[in-house]
């Protein structure tokens, strides 16, 4: 949702076709560049699956064998992998559908990052139709290469309120959480209110503040800075509490100003040459590529899960996989064992699915696809939660934004420019993820929201007093449909408002029996009338911000473009919901689908109940949403795993 700029090079509706063809081409020419200067040389990774597995076939039963398969390469398997191989006794095969994301430009570069959108990079998924939010099926993103969304995010570390995760330990029943040793923080002297000792100093994914600012996003900063009645900490013990407790994730690296819920803020996702940090490019290096007891497979999809079941529980002993031709055909398929444990981390859509084509799931729709029955397990698929986001879209009057769209010759050359910047220097716009500023406020907040305007029946689902239930972000550009941008010469810019804490649960049922076939994913957006009411308080809140000082010297509260929303003001309660349940959209944080806790799929150290040699670990384990971006609760997840593994085995 956050707006990937460079999508509209090839876009162009306006100017004469030469200069559509020299800007087409003074853009393709600076890209070119851009794309040989980030390129770098794709690891030693495997497709020839013979080599270290087994085809099957009628009589074979020998199967190569590794310690641990972890199923799934995505933003928490690659930290597994990386980590379980430190360990020089320990064999570890990761097995992921798509291949790597090194040398993919669109991933490396911040603001490109949506050019992944919809592309073969993304596995292009689709919600069923939802009955409360105009019965529209909703576009999903999710990364199909290693990496997984970490390397097709919004590279935004927001980690959510320190109750959250003392709600995690309470409803898991284990204390032990809580780490920090993904992160390093480099400080910046531009901001020196961020204390460094609160910050991890020495892990492998690099955190602090991007090079660029966006004039938009410091006029957002600026309006917090002089109106406490809209911006103001959550609580005033908060600040106190970050020293000791170690719930709260920090990663890396553009600025990000986060206003309210701490005053300070973060983006993860860039190193020194600001370029995106994914758990590829931070876990998977040439050197623990070269470890003898670590091997990648990519381009290959867990068909399911193998297991033994002789002694009455369900042991996993190994996975069955393939890959599949560009012309669409199945190749043979392969096994290999695991003598140790199956890890399975597809992320909240796949993980689900693959254990439902393995046999773990609910028995009723395992037997209406003709799966056998491993194990009946109801709560897998179950528990599917987002945050649901609304875009308001408005007019800037002074010309800062819209700064990469190529329409015609002069802007073309505008962008060619500021590719060059971005690879000499790593600064400008094309540096940025364009989400630098953010607020988060509480809905039931008196001061923000007045007792004699606002009605103060909504229910409270905060994990706790300093935590939020809403997020609003600034863009410098508008989209829609995720992407899509609006007319080419609209000065406009966009306000993303997230409902962080909402009361709705949908489910992940499989379509068919066949691994190839996407799984049926129904979040079942706004059916409570908690989520409704929080989006409209929120967006009656970016209202009020965008239409005061400092913020109307930029915005122009007079507009009346039919594709911007300044009229919202205009509109009850009733018929802003209307638009809600119109246009609302993912923020792409689906979680819970094989939750942790007592009625969960797994239990604290994420074993699969009732099974042995099986775990999960990817955001499907949450048993809750944060009140933030997941990346980094499933970065130390994924740590704090690898840390139980390594103990057991020792």
Partial sequence: MLLGLLDTLPKARVGTPTRLSLGAAASAMALTIIMRYLTVKQPKLITDYAKVARKVDDNGLEFDEWDFIVVGG???????????????????????????????????????????????????????????????????????????????????????????????????????????????????PRFPHVDPLLRGANGPVEIGYTAHDWPICNSLCRRASTSASLFRPISARLKERRGPIRRVFFYRSFRLEVLSLTNTGRSYGTDHKSTRVTTESAYLTDEVLARPNLKLFIHARVCKVLFDTSSGIPRATGVEFASKSHTGKVDPKFRVRATKEVIISGGTVHSPQILMLSGIGPAAQLLRHNIPVVLDSPSVGANLMDHPAFNLRLRDKTGSTN??????????????????????????????????????????????????EFNHDIEDTNSGPDAPD????????????????????????????????????????????????????????????????????????????????????????????????????????????????????????????????????????????????????????????VSGHPAGAVIATAEKLADVIKVRYS
């Fill in 74 to 188: 995505g933003t928490a398997g690659c930290v597994l992998a990386s980590r379980l191989s430190e360990d020089p006794n320990l064999r570890v095969l990761l097995i992921e559908a798509g291949g790597s994301s090194k040398n993919v430009v669109h991933s490396k570069i911040p603001a490109m990052f949506t050019r992944l959108f919809r592309s073969q990079l993304d596995y292009n998924l689709y919600t069923e139709p939802q009955q409360h939010a105009g019965n529209k099926k909703k576009y999903w993103p999710r990364g199909k290469l290693l990496g997984g969304c970490s390397a097709m995010n919004a590279m935004m570390a927001q980690y959510g309120a320190p109750s959250d995760f003392d709600e995690w330990a309470e409803i898991a029943g284990d204390e032990s959480w809580y780490i920090r040793k993904f992160e390093k923080y480099t400080p910046d």
């Fill in 403 to 452: 700064k990469l769209r190529a329409y015609n010759l002069y802007t073309s050359l505008l962008v060619m420019r500021e590719l060059m910047r971005y690879k000499l220097w790593g600064t400008g716009p094309i540096s940025s993820n364009f989400g630098e500023a953010v607020s988060f406020l509480r809905s039931d907040d008196q001061v923000v929201f007045p007792p004699a």
């Fill in 470 to 625: 809403l997020e609003i972000i600034m863009c410098p550009d508008a989209a829609h449909s995720h992407n899509m941008p609006l007319s080419p010469h609209l000065q406009a810019y966009q306000m993303i408002v997230i409902l962080t804490r909402p009361t709705s649960k949908g489910s992940l049922r499989l379509k068919s029996a066949d691994p190839w076939d996407d799984p049926l994913m129904d979040p079942s957006y706004l059916e409570t009338k908690h989520d409704i009411d929080v989006l409209v308080r929120g967006i009656r809140a970016a209202l009020k911000i965008a239409h005061t000082a400092p913020m109307t010297s930029m915005t122009d509260v007079h507009s009346t473009h039919p594709e911007l929303d300044h009229h919202f003001s205009r509109l009850s309660d009733a018929e802003l919901a209307d638009v809600v349940r119109d246009r609302v959209e993912t923020l792409y944080h689906p979680v819970g689908t094989c939750s942790m806790g007592p009625s969960g799929v797994v239990d604290s150290d994420l074993r699969v109940k009732d099974t042995q040699g099986l775990r999960v670990c990817d955001a499907s384990i949450f048993p809750k949403l």
